[in-house]
């Protein structure tokens, strides 16, 4: 995964700086070591490149005695947490009805993962994927999104109904933190699974929010709608690379100086106005694979041979080793999950 990691709301990052005032952690020192700049976190429109983000996150958890960081940020999850993304959850009818306004809006929050929502046999499944590779950072990271989806879920129901049970890739802790775990999640959990996620009963989904106002609802997703639609615009360079590297990757003519002639620029230039964007033609390489993998994997009358063909890859070891590395699970791992 390229180095910039794309961009992280500073509302996603104020969780975790409230939980490091509340250690007494100097957070301009660590800010500053990060090279974020404070000024920054004087306004919620604003973001930070994912890379600032994961170093942040990294000179944390170095200050903090707590090893179960990320887990605790959880407790400041607020609607402004998730940008305009919590405001349109709050104003849904039914808890079925917020969760399915998470994937479409996540964006708005930043680049830290993405959402997958579906069924695991009787009960209902929230997954998350996280994007950053380094491995301490990702499993706080991961805590950090899932107990911050519970304890946001249980004020729109008004703590009323606990997960079935969560799943996490990380290694089994010890049993202090097995039981930290259980207290916040509510639920039991299970350790070295394949994928970190949240199964529920499906009844929980037609619960009432009570705290929904339709339109107010319309007004935000409109909004909400219109920032989507502006980073999707043609006139937006990300969106003409990635959409130059979709119609390319099948003829192998996918890499920077071929995407850059297509745009009618030299590699450099790209190169330039993509670091201006705070990313990179790799990050959005990586991106556009992944996101065709995933729907390429839920398509059964593909092959792995096919689809790594189709992604442009020069034979299927390089693709397996390329999605174990971003993902931790092999493409055909990743598709019996999802069967």
């Known amino acids: 995964m390229d180095k ?16 490091a005032q509340e250690q007494g952690i100097n957070i301009e020192s660590v800010l500053e070591r990060a090279g974020i700049s404070g000024e920054l976190f004087k306004d919620n429109s604003q973001h930070i490149t994912g890379l600032a983000f994961q170093t942040l996150i990294d000179l944390l958890i170095d200050e903090s005695d707590d090893e179960l960081f990320g887990l605790h940020t959880a407790k400041f999850v607020q609607p402004g947490s998730y940008s305009v993304l919590g405001y349109i959850s709050m104003n849904c009818d039914t808890l079925g009805q917020a969760i399915t306004k998470i994937a479409p809006f996540e964006k708005l929050v930043g680049d830290m993962g993405t959402t997958d ?24 990271m991961i805590d950090n999104c899932l107990a911050s989806w519970i304890t946001f879920a249980r004020y729109l129901v008004d703590h009323k109904g606990d997960p079935v049970k969560v799943l996490l890739s990380r ?3 010890d049993l202090a933190q097995q039981t930290e775990y259980r207290h916040i999640f509510g639920c039991p959990v299970v350790y070295n699974q394949a994928e970190d996620a949240i199964l529920f009963e499906p009844e929980l989904l037609s619960h009432p929010l009570n705290k929904g106002d339709q339109q107010l609802l319309s007004t935000l997703e409109s909004h909400a709608n219109k920032l989507i639609t502006d980073l999707a615009s043609p006139d937006n360079l990300l969106a003409r690379v990635v959409a130059a590297i979709e119609k390319s990757l099948s003829t192998g003519n996918y890499h920077q100086q071929d995407i850059a002639g297509q745009l009618e620029m030299s590699g450099k230039t790209l190169q330039r106005r993509l670091a201006k964007e705070n990313t990179s033609f790799q990050f959005l390489l990586d991106e556009t694979r992944l996101r065709l993998t ?8 593909l092959n792995l041979d096919q689809i790594s063909s189709e992604l442009g890859f020069s034979e299927p070891r390089s693709f397996y080793r390329w999605f174990q590395k971003l993902t931790g699970s092999t493409p055909g791992n990743y598709r019996k999950i999802k069967e």
């Open 171 to 173: 290694n089994t802790p």
């Open 4 to 19: 910039n990691l794309g961009k992280a709301s500073v509302p996603a990052v104020n969780q975790y700086l409230a939980l």
């Open 117 to 140: 929502f579906g069924q695991a046999g009787p009960y209902v499944k929230l997954s998350w994927l996280c994007q950053f590779p380094d491995i301490a950072v990702r499993r706080h």
């Open 294 to 301: 995933k729907e390429f994997l839920a398509d059964l009358e």
